[in-house]
């Protein structure tokens, strides 16, 4: 498994799905911004691909850079919004795909303790 960082924005893990299903710890470091955060979750699809690449299950970061003809570094410049357009492009709103995704958000808060003596 590949494991991606995008900084300020993005990362990016490789998993499989199975039975319908997905599951990913991801452990939030204590020091981790307090803010919302978007987790975007993709699939291949029943034809195993994403898009129309031959890239399937764990590679999607593959299918990404090969679809567009680019490399990471090229990435690496873009806004989060315009690193997710190129992961739909290539995937979701691909014409012929039948890739899905899925997107979920979570909040980092602040956990504040008030002892009484």
Do not use: C, W
């Not at 039975?19 to 029943?46: C, H, M, Q, W």
């Not at 299918?63 to 492009?89: M, N, P, T, Y």
């Amino acid at each position: 498994m590949q494991k991606y960082s995008f900084e300020h924005y993005y990362l990016f893990y490789s998993g499989f799905v199975a039975g319908n299903s997905f599951e990913k710890d991801i452990r939030i470091p204590e020091d981790a911004d307090i803010g919302n955060y978007v987790v975007d979750v993709l699939s291949p699809g029943t034809d195993g691909v994403y898009g129309t690449t031959t890239h399937g299950e764990g590679e999607l970061m593959d299918a990404v850079l090969d679809e567009h003809g680019i490399g990471v570094g090229d990435l690496e410049a873009k806004s989060r919004d315009e690193f997710l357009k190129i992961i739909e492009d290539a995937t979701v709103n691909k014409s012929g795909s039948d890739d899905v995704m899925v997107t979920l958000s979570f909040s980092v808060a602040l956990v504040s303790q008030q002892l009484s003596f």
